[in-house]
C-alpha cells in the first residue's frame, strides 16, 4: 500500500505556535465546563419529541335494524265463496222460447245457480290472492332493502376504518423511521464525541514530561 | 502526459465544479489536459480556461483518465465512466451512497442497487437497503454504507481530500496508490475586502455581530441548533445577525426556526450566490458557523475559503472539517449531548473578544496558506498522476484480474466471500481465493 500524506505529519511533528496552543487550550477549558454542567440524563421526549397521537376511529355505530318484519297479511277469506253472485234475473227470450226456456231455467234452475255462485266466488278469491301476493312481495322486498342497506353502510364504515388505519400505519412507520434515525444519529454523534475527547486526552498526555 | 479530466464544470451547482475550474489552470500548466462534461455547450466560457471540452460519450484516448467524484447526481456520467475506463479517482466524498442510489433505485432498478448494498455491505446491506430503497432508511444510514465498493475495485488509484476517504481508501486499495491532497484554497478576490467593506458592498449593518453558515444549507448543517443558540445570545447581542450565505434546501423550515429562537429579523438567507459575493460574505463575517453532521468524508470548500479569508470557523468535531486542520486553527465542536451548550459557550466566547476571534482567524489563514496553496497542491496532484501513469500497465493489470469473474457465478462467489472475509476484519480475500472457488464449482476441492 503507498499512501501519500501531507499535513498530519507535519502538523504532528509542528511546534504549535504559542497563540495556537493558547487558543486550543481555551477551547479545551470551555468545552470542559460545558461537560462538567452538562445533564447528561435527559428526558427522552426532549430528544424525540412527543410520539404523534393516535387517530382512533368512532366506534362504528350497530347496523340499523332491519325493523319488524309486517306481518303478513291475511289471507283471503273462504266463507265469502259462500255470498253467492246471484245472476238469475237475467232476462231471457219473449214468447213460446221464452216460455220454454223458462221452464228449462226452471227445471236447470239448481245447477246453473250454484255453477254461477262457484264462478263469482272463484273470481272474488283470484283477486283476493293477486292481493295477498302484491301485499306480501311488497313487504319481503322492503325486509330485505333494509338489511342490505344496513350491511352496505357497515361495509363503508368499515372502508373507513381501514384507510384510517393505513393512514395512521404510514404515518407511524415514517414517524419511526425518523426516532431509529435520531437514535443512531445521537449514537453516533456520541461516539465521534468520545473519539475526539480520547484524541485529545491523549494528545495531553504525549505532551506531558515523562 | 495527456490527461482527461471527468468533471461538471459551473454553472454548475456542485461546489466540485467549481473546485476543479479552479485547478484546471494550473494543471493544464502540467498536463496535456481536456475536459470531459455532459454537455460542452452549457459550461461556462471562463470555468474551461480555453482548454478542450469534451463530451462523455466520445470522451477520446487518453493517458490517463481522472475521475471527480461527488455523492450527487451531477457526477453520474462521472461514476459510469470510472467503472467503464479504470483511471485515477477523486473521492469527494468517501460516501457515494446516494449517487448510486440515483443511478438504480430512482431509474427504477431496485434490484441493482440491493445487489450492490450485498456485495459491498454483505447482510447488512441487504437489510438497510431495503429499507433506504422504500425510503425508509433516514439520513445517517447513507452515510454509514458508503457504497463506493465498485469505483474503489475499478481505479487505479485515489485522491482523496481528507484523510478520513484516504485513510479507508488505503485499506482497501492495498497495492494500489492512494495520495491525500489538501482542499486547496482559492480566492476570487484579491485582495480580499476588509470586513467593513465587505458589509458596505453587501449592505450589511456595519457595527452587528454576524454568525454566517456559508454554502448550501441543508439539514445535515446542524441550522436548528445554530439558530436555537444565536437567538439566546440575541438577548445579551441586540445587533446579532445569522447569515446562511447560500442557497437552502426547500424542506429547511429555517424561518420558523428563527422565529421559534427568538431571533426573527436578525436571520438573514441570501440564497445561490455568485463566488465574489460568496467571498464577501465570508469576509463579513464575524464567525463562520460550519457544523456538519452526519459526514459523508467530504470537506467543505466553503470552510476552506472561509480560512482563507481570516475567519474563526466553528466545526463539528470528530469529522474531516476538524481533522483537516490543528485545532485552534478551527473551532471543533463536539457533536454529542453537549453539542448545544458547546456552541453556545463558544459563541459567547467568541462574540464577546474581538482579539480572540481575530487571533483564531489570523491562525486559519497562515495554515491555509502554508498548507492549502493551490500551486502546490496541484503540483503534488501533477506528480502523482505521473506516477501513476508511469505504474499504470501493472495497475490496470491489477483491476483487470480483480474484475475477470464479474458478472459470472465465481464472481458472485468471490464477492460473498469477500464480504466474509471483511466480516472478520480481514481488508480483503488472497487472490488464491478464486481458484479454491473456481475448484469448488468444478466439484473438485
Not at chain 2, 92 to 118: A, N, P
Not at chain 2, 162 to 191: D, I, K
Request: glycine letters at 8%.
Amino acid at each position: 500500500m503507498r499512501v501519500q500524506f501531507r499535513g498530519r505529519d507535519e502538523k504532528g511533528s509542528t511546534v504549535l505556535s504559542d497563540d495556537r496552543e493558547r487558543v486550543a487550550e481555551e477551547l479545551r477549558r470551555i468545552r470542559e465546563a460545558v461537560r462538567d454542567r452538562a445533564l447528561v440524563e435527559r428526558r427522552p421526549e426532549d430528544v424525540l419529541g412527543q410520539a404523534p397521537a393516535v387517530r382512533v376511529a368512532e366506534a362504528a355505530p350497530p347496523p340499523p335494524s332491519a325493523g319488524e318484519v309486517a306481518p303478513p297479511p291475511p289471507r283471503p277469506d273462504a266463507a265469502g265463496v259462500n255470498a253467492l253472485w246471484d245472476v238469475r234475473g237475467a232476462s231471457g227470450p219473449r214468447g213460446l222460447k221464452g216460455t220454454l226456456a223458462r221452464l228449462v231455467r226452471r227445471f236447470m234452475a239448481p245447477a246453473v245457480d250454484a255453477q254461477v255462485s262457484f264462478n263469482a266466488r272463484q273470481v272474488q278469491l283470484d283477486n283476493e290472492l293477486l292481493a295477498y301476493i302484491d301485499a306480501r312481495l311488497e313487504a319481503t322486498h322492503r325486509h330485505y332493502d333494509a338489511v342490505l342497506g344496513g350491511y352496505g353502510r357497515h361495509l363503508e364504515d368499515i372502508d373507513k376504518r381501514h384507510l384510517i388505519l393505513q393512514e395512521e400505519l404510514v404515518a407511524h412507520i415514517h414517524d419511526l423511521v425518523k426516532r431509529i434515525d435520531l437514535v443512531l444519529s445521537e449514537s453516533e454523534r456520541g461516539r465521534l464525541s468520545l473519539e475526539f475527547a480520547l484524541r485529545d486526552l491523549r494528545a495531553r498526555l504525549e505532551q506531558r514530561p515523562r | 502526459m495527456k490527461l482527461a479530466v471527468w468533471s461538471p464544470l459551473p454553472p454548475s451547482p456542485s461546489g466540485i465544479a467549481d473546485y476543479v475550474a479552479e485547478q484546471l489552470g494550473p494543471l493544464s500548466r502540467r498536463c496535456d489536459v481536456r475536459v470531459v462534461v455532459e454537455d460542452p455547450a452549457a459550461v461556462a466560457p471562463a470555468a474551461a480556461h480555453g482548454l478542450p471540452l469534451v463530451r462523455a460519450d466520445d470522451p477520446g484516448e487518453a493517458d490517463l483518465d481522472l475521475y471527480h467524484l461527488g455523492n450527487s447526481a451531477s457526477h453520474a456520467y462521472v461514476y459510469r465512466a470510472a467503472l467503464a475506463r479504470p483511471g485515477v479517482a477523486v473521492l469527494h466524498d468517501y460516501s457515494l451512497h446516494h449517487l448510486v442510489l440515483g443511478e438504480t433505485v430512482e431509474r427504477g432498478d431496485r434490484t441493482g442497487y440491493l445487489d450492490e448494498m450485498r456485495r459491498a455491505h454483505g447482510e447488512a446491506g441487504t437489510f438497510v437497503g431495503r429499507q433506504v430503497a422504500r425510503a425508509l432508511g433516514g439520513d445517517l444510514l447513507p452515510a454509514l454504507f458508503p457504497l463506493n465498493d465498485r469505483v474503489l475495485d475499478s481505479c487505479l488509484a485515489v485522491v482523496g481530500l481528507t484523510r478520513y476517504v484516504v485513510s479507508r481508501a488505503a485499506v482497501r486499495l492495498r497495492e494500489r496508490p492512494v495520495l491525500h491532497l489538501p482542499h486547496h484554497v482559492a480566492l476570487p478576490l484579491h485582495p480580499v475586502p476588509s470586513r467593513d467593506e465587505a458589509r458596505r458592498a453587501l449592505g450589511l449593518p456595519a457595527h452587528a455581530l454576524i454568525l454566517t453558515a456559508p454554502g448550501l444549507a441543508t439539514a445535515s448543517k446542524r441550522l436548528d441548533v445554530a439558530l436555537r443558540v444565536a437567538g439566546r445570545l440575541a438577548a445579551r447581542h441586540h445587533s446579532l445577525r445569522f447569515v446562511v450565505a447560500g442557497d437552502r434546501d426547500a424542506r429547511l423550515p429555517l424561518v420558523e426556526w428563527a422565529r421559534a429562537a427568538g431571533l426573527g429579523g436578525g436571520l438573514v438567507v441570501t440564497g445561490r450566490l455568485g463566488l465574489d459575493d460568496f467571498v464577501r460574505h465570508l469576509a463579513a463575517a464575524d464567525v463562520i458557523v460550519a457544523l456538519r453532521f452526519p459526514t459523508h468524508g467530504e470537506i467543505s470548500g466553503a470552510l476552506v475559503r472561509a480560512l482563507g479569508v481570516g475567519r474563526p470557523a466553528l466545526v463539528t468535531a470528530g469529522t474531516p472539517s476538524a481533522d483537516e486542520f490543528p485545532e485552534g486553527c478551527v473551532i471543533p465542536v463536539t457533536p454529542g449531548v453537549t453539542e448545544e451548550a458547546e456552541l453556545e459557550a463558544i459563541l459567547s466566547r467568541l462574540l464577546a473578544d474581538e482579539a480572540l476571534r481575530e487571533t483564531i482567524g489570523r491562525l486559519a489563514r497562515a495554515h491555509v496558506t502554508a498548507h492549502h496553496d493551490l500551486a502546490s497542491t496541484v503540483a503534488r496532484l501533477a506528480s502523482f498522476l505521473e506516477e501513476v501513469r508511469g505504474g499504470k500497465d501493472a495497475l490496470v493489470a491489477e483491476v483487470e484480474r480483480r474484475r475477470a469473474s464479474e458478472g459470472s457465478l465465481l464472481g458472485y462467489l468471490r464477492d460473498e466471500v469477500r464480504w466474509a472475509a471483511r466480516d472478520l476484519g480481514l481488508a480483503d480475500t488472497p487472490p488464491e481465493i478464486e481458484t479454491v472457488l473456481a475448484g469448488l464449482l468444478r466439484g473438485t476441492p
